[in-house]
């Protein structure tokens, strides 16, 4: 699926949750992409940065043709290189 349209659900902690059944996708398979580590659920829900994670994994699988497992390890790369960045541009702005 490549549009989602989701509802974001705000808790007490103020922060963005969306309900799994608002992606459309089956539960079974966000259960295994969960178990596969890509993911992490929330009680049927999904924080906002799960959901771009998300996107970003079936992106890379249905774009590039990447499996589910090389998928998960550019997904972990890219967050370290992001927080890389955000750590040097944070080290520039002092």
Known sequence: MDEFRIKITIHDDDTHWVS?????YHPDLLSKLEE???????GGYL???QVMRLRRFFRLRNTLGVNASGAAIILDLLERIELLQEELRS???K
Do not use: A, K, Y
């Not at 799994?20 to 459309?24: A, P, S, V, Y």
């Open 20 to 24: 799994i059944h608002t992606l459309g």
């Open 47 to 49: 924080h906002t940065t």
């Open 36 to 42: 596969l580590g890509i993911i992490e659920l929330h």
């Open 91 to 93: 080290l520039r702005n």
